[in-house]
């Protein structure tokens, strides 16, 4: 049986980076006689402009017929004040909900060579390595009711954080079975001080981790959890969060290995089919000057070939190709310490080079 992946490049660099990934895909397609059928198609604003609407039926129907989708980034200034149905940003959460990805895996890591770049001293940011499940459906972001109220004095806006155990069950048994696969440890982060949903949120985490006593639970306040990410971030190995505090955290996480421009992501179903894509934004202020980053996304595919692909050789392929990458000395605008860096167009090329000399 073949395998169907969606290629989204949307609008800005997303465009720019799903290119190198795309070119990447397409040498191991053929390098190891890979049996996918690939379809590309618009969405964002680009689809906005083309079509009327940010997510055409035709891009949902084919999302849904898919095992795995690479998907770019969405936005731009120019479609700020349309109305939420037409935003691009709403083709990102419907495929989210319509397609039930609601696990998100976000990995922050640092080669140790790039440590320069991190924000933070050396020698608390070096060997980082963490992994952030974020539940991506659920929460503050989807509860109902929800609205703003202009006709009374005064004015106000409400929404309602909401999360069901059925939600917490499926997302916490994700990220326990996450650590079991790394250093053992799990991280559940929560407001338990102040919200009901919160300390809901720990009882049934709490109850759950008897199922898994090869993993140490900890849990932390999502104020505390973000200060202790900066403070001293390699204490945590897997950090499991709701839709708004994993949202935080991860992009806090993402900022301390110097470029966000390096990290993948993951949002899954419960059959593994996922949707792909780097952890930073369309970035309108570089787009089209090629000097993006693609890493991210050239690690999103790999992680679409490890989850959702069944290739996990080729994934690992990958990775190693993207570390002899960075020891090997080439760097991109966003993590050079000169003016000798690699254009995006750039890229895809040298890391070719290297899996063709594995």
Same mark, same amino acid.
């Given at each position: 049986?073949?395998?169907?992946?969606?290629?989204?490049?949307?609008?800005?660099?997303?465009?720019?980076?799903?290119?190198?990934?795309?070119?990447?895909?397409? +040498?191991?397609?053929?390098?190891?006689?890979?049996?996918?059928?690939?379809?590309?198609?618009d969405?964002?604003?680009t689809?906005?402009?083309?079509?009327?609407?940010p997510?055409?039926?035709?891009?949902?129907?084919? !999302?849904?017929?898919?095992?795995?989708?690479? +998907?770019?980034?969405?936005?731009?200034?120019?479609?700020?004040?349309l109305?939420?149905?037409?935003?691009?940003?709403?083709?990102?959460?419907?495929?989210?909900?319509?397609?039930?990805? +609601?696990?998100?895996?976000?990995?922050?890591?640092?080669?140790?060579?790039?440590? %320069?770049?991190?924000?933070?001293?050396?020698?608390?940011?070096?060997?980082?390595?963490?992994?952030?499940?974020?539940?991506?459906?659920?929460?503050?972001?989807?509860?109902?009711?929800?609205?703003?109220?202009?006709?009374?004095?005064?004015?106000?806006?409400?929404n309602?954080?909401?999360?069901?155990?059925?939600?917490?069950?499926?997302?916490?048994?994700?990220?326990?079975?996450?650590?079991?696969?790394?250093?053992?440890?799990?991280?559940?982060?929560?407001?338990?001080?102040?919200?009901?949903?919160?300390?809901?949120?720990?009882?049934?985490?709490?109850?759950?981790?008897?199922?898994?006593?090869?993993?140490?639970?900890?849990?932390?306040?999502?104020?505390?959890?973000?200060?202790?990410?900066?403070l001293?971030?390699?204490?945590?190995?897997?950090?499991?969060?709701?839709?708004?505090?994993?949202?935080?955290?991860?992009?806090?996480?993402?900022?301390?290995?110097?470029?966000?421009?390096?990290?993948?992501?993951a949002?899954?179903?419960?059959?593994?089919?996922?949707?792909?894509?780097?952890c930073?934004?369309?970035?309108?202020?570089?787009?089209?000057?090629?000097?993006? %980053?693609?890493l991210?996304?050239?690690?999103?595919?790999?992680? !679409?070939?490890?989850?959702?692909?069944?290739?996990?050789?080729?994934?690992?392929?990958?990775?190693?190709?993207?570390?002899?990458?960075? %020891?090997?000395? +080439?760097?991109?605008?966003?993590?050079?310490?000169?003016?000798?860096?690699?254009?995006?167009?750039?890229?895809?090329?040298?890391?070719?080079?290297?899996?063709?000399?594995?």
């Amino acid at each position: 049986m073949s395998k169907k992946i969606l290629i989204l490049p949307g609008d800005g660099i997303g465009q720019e980076v799903t290119k190198s990934a795309m070119q990447i895909l397409d +040498f191991i397609v053929k390098r190891f006689n890979l049996n996918f059928v690939v379809n590309t198609l618009d969405v964002g604003g680009t689809a906005y402009e083309k079509f009327g609407s940010p997510i055409p039926d035709k891009v949902l129907a084919a !999302a849904k017929e898919a095992d795995a989708i690479l +998907f770019g980034a969405v936005g731009d200034p120019q479609w700020d004040d349309l109305s939420w149905e037409d935003r691009p940003e709403n083709a990102l959460l419907t495929l989210r909900k319509e397609l039930s990805l +609601f696990a998100n895996l976000r990995p922050a890591f640092l080669f140790n060579e790039l440590s %320069n770049a991190s924000p933070l001293k050396e020698k608390i940011i070096e060997g980082l390595d963490i992994l952030i499940v974020r539940e991506l459906t659920g929460g503050i972001y989807f509860g109902e009711p929800r609205g703003v109220i202009n006709d009374q004095t005064p004015n106000y806006a409400f929404n309602t954080m909401i999360y069901n155990e059925d939600e917490i069950t499926r997302i916490a048994k994700v990220a326990f079975e996450s650590a079991q696969k790394r250093k053992g440890r799990l991280c559940s982060v929560e407001k338990a001080n102040v919200l009901e949903v919160s300390k809901f949120w720990r009882s049934i985490v709490t109850e759950m981790s008897a199922e898994y006593p090869d993993v140490e639970l900890s849990h932390q306040l999502a104020d505390n959890a973000a200060m202790q990410l900066v403070l001293n971030p390699n204490q945590f190995d897997v950090i499991v969060a709701s839709n708004l505090f994993g949202d935080i955290l991860s992009d806090i996480a993402a900022t301390l290995t110097g470029s966000i421009g390096m990290l993948p992501s993951a949002s899954l179903d419960s059959s593994f089919k996922g949707m792909y894509e780097p952890c930073h934004g369309s970035a309108p202020d570089i787009a089209g000057q090629d000097i993006a %980053n693609p890493l991210a996304m050239i690690g999103s595919l790999s992680m !679409a070939l490890r989850y959702s692909l069944e290739e996990e050789t080729v994934a690992n392929k990958i990775d190693i190709a993207i570390k002899k990458f960075i %020891n090997q000395g +080439f760097r991109t605008k966003d993590i050079a310490i000169d003016e000798n860096y690699l254009n995006t167009s750039e890229v895809a090329e040298k890391i070719i080079e290297i899996l063709e000399n594995e």
